[in-house]
Nanobody
């Protein structure tokens, strides 16, 4: 069974930085896209950033220039570096990955359980 585990969340003052990590484990042949999403209570989950297997990345307008997504394919791990954090960035951040368990298989989706990021003003 494939799992994603996020780490690196916490409490930070406005203007500060945090780095989230997302480690994938289990029977993985390859990972295609990895992404970070966030969700506030009562609201829809929204895309923050996404990166493909070849390193192409895109970002939500609200985080462009402040957040950087990256990945280490050898470690099956993704990262989200968050700088110049604002109180409105406070949310639970979820990692998502599209993976295969074999070369001939189709891509499946897996989500992590989330990491809470709280930015104080």
């Amino acid at each position: 069974q494939v799992q994603l585990v996020e780490s690196g969340g916490g409490l930070v003052q406005a203007g500060g930085s945090l780095r989230l990590s997302c480690a994938a484990s289990g029977s993985i042949f390859s990972i295609n896209a990895m992404g970070w999403y966030r969700q506030a209570p009562g609201l829809q989950r929204e895309l923050v950033a996404r990166i493909t297997s070849d390193g192409s990345a895109d970002y939500a307008d609200s985080v462009k220039g402040r957040f950087t997504i990256s990945r280490d394919n050898a470690k099956n791990t993704g990262y989200l570096q968050m700088n110049s954090l604002k109180p409105e960035d406070t949310d639970v951040y979820y990692c998502r990955a599209d993976f295969k368990v074999a070369d001939y298989d189709r891509y499946l989706e897996v989500w992590g359980r989330g990491a809470l990021v709280t930015v104080s003003s």
